[in-house]
């Protein structure tokens, strides 16, 4: 399992490929590109509580992943979350298309192997240098 790593700048949102969003507040300093879940005080990036989702899990952070950060935000202010069928450009990575991409246990980071057996992906990489979100939480 390798984390990518995600660089403040070196994410490129495409606003013209974002047809869900979802705007809250942050509750934590996030790095634009980053996964993230709604808690009950705003939105965050700990991987404890994001996609843990295997087929029957119903347990509490049993999925949810809620999107990916838009740009750089600071704890308290308003945070973007590009949701499915979003495309984010992730410059200077080198994706092969048709992969499937997932939660790190890194909190911020997204990773090309799943953390648990069954786990469900996130993003799939739909060229070079972009990936596209495939999955949302389902209710718990």
Request: charged residues 20%.
């Amino acid at each position: 399992m390798a984390d990518l790593t995600v660089i403040a700048g070196d994410t490129r949102l495409s606003t013209a490929h974002a047809p869900f969003r979802l705007t809250l507040t942050a509750g934590e300093d996030i790095v634009a590109g980053s996964p993230c879940y709604q808690g009950d005080t705003g939105v965050y990036t700990d991987a404890a509580c994001l996609c843990l989702s295997v087929e029957g899990d119903t347990g509490v952070g049993a999925s949810q992943f809620d999107g990916v950060a838009v740009l750089d935000t600071a704890a308290g202010e308003t945070v973007t979350l590009f949701q499915i069928g979003s495309v984010i450009r992730y410059e200077g990575q080198s994706f092969t298309i048709g992969d499937f991409y997932y939660c790190s246990d890194t909190s911020g980071l997204i990773s090309d192997a799943a953390l648990v057996t069954g786990e469900k992906p996130i993003l799939k990489a739909i060229s070079a240098d972009e990936l596209m979100v495939v999955r949302m939480a389902r209710p718990v």
